[in-house]
């Protein structure tokens, strides 16, 4: 394909991707911050909705952005090990029940989770009695909670990757003597990085954005991630009074990914390379 | 309807919030048995008695933290305000079953029947001179079979809010307010006819007190005046001829009542001048200051020849959680705290919703008539019915609203709406 | 699975020689042993104060299979899936048994609690003050150790103590301006806090009288009350107020003999009659094949839609000579980087006819969201914007495995482009992605918030108020079981069943299909 049709196509779908985003800029720097005020251009220009976010009384906002990264960092990252590890077994070996532990994997997602929050409620009752500083309103607590979806996709997500590596460059190294924890950490992992850099976003993105789970789980306006506190803003009648400053805040949820994103990609292309080397 | 309204409402009838208190033996077996909710309520039992817990809404959360912490100086505890922003009625009663929910919510007084089914909320015990201090409305909106439940702080309804340099006589009748929006438009001085939030799935609230003048019910009446649940009249030859008058204001008729108007733009519309009559509440208020608008605020008038445009009321109220862990706390803030008239009004300074508290209305009144006057315009109005399924006709109601207000055939669309009440009443 | 087994005896088996003891193998043996200790130092105190023995033998039972695992030098596979699958049963397993056994039960509003809580809830709720009795007020008093009530009576200002033995008249106390109890003496009155410090005892307290019984009414204000109705254990049913009530375990209420029931239930099993209800309502049966077609073309367009979307971009970015990748992908991930509840509701707003940005912009008079057909294409346009970025990274992740060795030789060969992408790229891609395609699927199918939040099922035809242009099966339970109200769990579980057994039917056949495909890669 030509390079200026590749460009153009691209271009294309970012005007697509940008288009409603846009909107949540102009209101976001829009100084009457109302959400009829806004439109594509907006009246004016200034920061005042980013300063009242961060100078709010109601609104500890930049504890909600600590509390965000952090426990999407922390989630993303274990849960990353944790598929990994499944990930690397379902690969490389096999076993009774393999098959079938894979598609009750992939089948376990398709539930529909009615009664999550009773569920939640019910274990996690007990366990605020019993562990306070993994109970109700804590970090730690969520992050229990949000291990328990690590296996899910990516799990699929990167044994598809493993797959493709070819399995003699770990079958030469156990002939040579390696342990399996020596060929998953030596040789495995660092031929996977693009992948794991991949699921990481995936999973630092899910966890910025999720909010069913937390909103129940995170009462305090201490304890919230930015989109149970965001919820409330525009939640009943602030709807409209909030939206300059709610669209503020959706631009700042996006600062961190987009970091996470810059940071990571290095390792995604850096796959570019890597390809020729595994070929 | 099936529920039996439990005795007679006399005015003696008075409930008060204690457990188990039935003389005959078998109400020790009133300790929940599954392990989880039993080990809960004694492992916070013993903590719970300096921690009073509140959840409220987010409009509600920052009013009430200062009269939270208040409280807590007081008595000597502390007091924490959390904020459920999504489905607070569910979380409340799946947090309260499971034992880790609170032991006082804010919520509307539609949630008592609901909440009263699942034996959620205890009764409240005010005295008779408390009772006579607060508006007849609001009361009479937080007794459910007899009982008190909740202690009412707010009321809110519906009124027509004016744009007096656009339109500086208030109209008698609401065919003027269509013939003045109009007129409006035809000059280029507004955008909208009328700002009613209709919105694609309809809005029974909104748009009741056109129904209601039109001659539509959505109940009939018990003897005693009251609205009788069991007989659903949303597809009678009365109602089916208000639908036609909200087609003939619909987009095929004066496009006055448009489903593009939602919510979240019918506000700022009129507070943006463009538009000069506003369907709306207290909470509207805000807005419309800060846009500088002048502005009055009436009763929504009738039409010419119509019934009375009746608007539904609704009243936010404190309730007694039963599972709560702190029950007396909590009796003593929601029966002898809020319901001070001077807590009332540093409530209503914090969120300017028109106090349930009579004394503390006049008080307010004085200050800011606008509260009065959403008052007086909801003098006519009967309290939202608090059964729960009273959410069986929202939804289907408000969807044959929007049909007609599209240009469905009225009749049609009221005996669809009636047969799907029919239906999810019966199950 | 015989396969399996032969597969596992191979590994199993490993044809090297045993190795010896290495520093390695030590220092993470003693690393395994002390995280487990320290796990259960803090875990098992607070299970032995709140004596949960069932749960405390659990634990150890886990911890020393854990242990166990990591120590053995057997069990590979299960080292590497152990950790993940106990949050994996803890947090998504569990719930989804609680909601299958839940579909055999009424369980929902009024029926919540076990019958005690409802009696308990229907004596409680039915406690009326005793006519024509005073509302005292109330001190909480110390009469030596013990708590007592000091009542007030604010008519007389008669001041009495109460006790569990009853009502006693008190002489010489001192009353304050609003009628509580400042002094008296032999009591030591507590002050608000300390009051307050013994709420739970107050709430206890119950002072007997002919009437009924004077309980405290917060801290300040004491009433005699009676419950009007009382639970009869001897004929399992509640009286008062002239009636009675009798248990129904088959409904879990109480039921008189006109057939009304008190307000408050209990959860009892039901059977089978959720699945009945389901299969025979006649909405559902009358709609079903509308719906079900529209929550297929729905979860298949967002499939197809998003994946050749984000495939496409992902390709054209995957070219050595391509400037400016990296403002291009920041571009491209916004979408997903942005909290979808927030856009899908920004999108709903830009949807509306008089008011929304795509009609102003383009200069349009269409009613979106109240048309059948373009409802349905602004919900797989707005559903396609907000999954395209996804398909766009694990895409660009999937196509750094394939050896550009291989599409380059395909080109150097002659084949055109289209060719080699389809030949060779397009098959290794889908080896990696064809399960998330499937749980894609499977999302969408089931892609509750994407309707809710824009559409809400709608537009509804007058005719047939249940059944909206866009409405999901999903969505359509979700209003049958809370629509009216009160939240009914149970049949929502039920539904939840239902759709559950088509997702899965539809994923494992398709997962089968791609079997053969992967056994050739694996």
Known sequence: ?279 | MRIRALGVAAAATVAFGATACGGSAPTSSAAPSSSAPSAGASATADKGSGKLVIWADPNRTKALKPFAEQFGTENGVTVEVKEISKDNQQTFLTASQQGSGPDITVGAHDWIGNLVQNGAIDPVNLTEEQKAAFSPIALKAVTFNGQVYGAPYAMENVALIRNTKLAPDAPATFDDVIAKGKELKKAGKVKEVLCLPVTAKGDAYHVYPLFSSAGGAIFGTTSAGDPDPKQVLVGSKESQAAFEKLAELGEKGDAALKTSLTNENSIPTFAGGKCAFLVSGPWAMADVKKSGVAYDVTAVPAFKDGKPATPFVGVQAFFVASKGASKTLAQEFVTNYVTNPDVAKALYDADPRPPALTAALDTVKAADPDAGKFIEAGAGGIPMPAIPQMSAIWEPFGIAEAAVVKGSDPVKAAESAQKTIDGSLKN | MSLDVREAAEVTTPPRPRRELTTAFVVSRIAVLAVAAAILLYAVPPLVAAESWISLTLLLLAGAGIGYLYLTRRFVPAKYLVPGTVFLLAFQVFPVIYTVSTAFTNFGDGHRGDKAAAISAIETGSVRQAPGSPEYGLSAALKGDTLVFLLVDPKTKQVQEGSPDGLTAVQGARLGVTGKVLEAPGYTVLKAPQAAARADQIAELAVPTRGGLIKANGLSRAVEGRAALTYDAGCDCVKGDGDSWQADESQGYFVNAKGEHLAQGWQVNVGFANFIRVLTDPTLSAHFLGMFTWNMVFAVLSVLTTFALGMGVALALHHPKMRGTRFYRIALILPYAMPAFAMLLVWRDMFNRDFGLINQLFGLDVDWMGGMLSAKFAVILVNTWLGFPYMFLVTTGALQAIPRELTEAASIDGAPPWYAFRKVTLPLLLVALTPLLISSFAFNFNNYNAIALTTDGGPFPAESPTVGGTDLLISYTVRLAFGTGSAQFGLAATMSVFIFAIVATISAITFRRTRKQEDVYA
């Open chain 1, 1 to 279: 394909m030509k390079l200026a049709l590749r460009h153009a196509f691209v271009l294309l779908v970012c005007a697509f991707a940008l288009f409603p985003i846009l909107f949540v800029v102009s209101a976001a720097i829009n100084p009457l911050g109302t959400l009829a005020s806004s439109d594509l251009v907006p009246n004016g220009a200034s920061f005042d909705n980013v300063a009242k976010l961060f100078s709010s009384d109601i609104y500890p906002f930049g504890r909600w952005v600590f509390n965000s990264v952090f426990i999407a960092l922390a989630s993303s990252t274990a849960s990353l090990l944790l598929s990994m590890f499944a990930a690397y077994a379902f690969s490389r070996m096999r076993f009774a029940g393999r098959r079938v532990g894979l598609l009750a994997l992939l089948l376990i997602q398709m539930f529909p989770q009615f009664l999550a929050i009773v569920t939640i409620f019910m274990i996690f009752t007990r366990v605020s009695e019993l562990y306070p500083a993994f109970g109700f309103n804590t970090t730690w607590g969520i992050l229990l909670l949000y291990l328990g979806g690590a296996l899910g996709v990516n799990t699929w997500l990167m044994k598809g990757f493993l797959d493709t590596i070819p399995k003699e460059l770990d079958e030469s190294a156990t002939v040579d003597g390696a342990t399996h924890a020596q060929v998953f950490w030596k040789i495995i992992m660092p031929l996977v990085t693009p992948i794991l850099a991949v699921t990481a976003l995936l999973a630092f993105i899910g966890t910025m954005s999720e909010f069913l789970m937390a909103n129940i789980f995170l009462r305090d306006a201490e304890s919230k991630t930015l989109a149970v506190g965001m919820y409330g803003m525009i939640a009943g009648d602030g709807r409209n009074a909030n939206f300059g400053m709610f669209a503020a805040a959706t631009l700042i949820t996006a600062i961190p990914t987009v970091g996470v994103f810059l940071w990571l990609q290095k390792f995604i292309v850096s796959g570019l390379t890597a390809g020729a080397v595994k070929g």
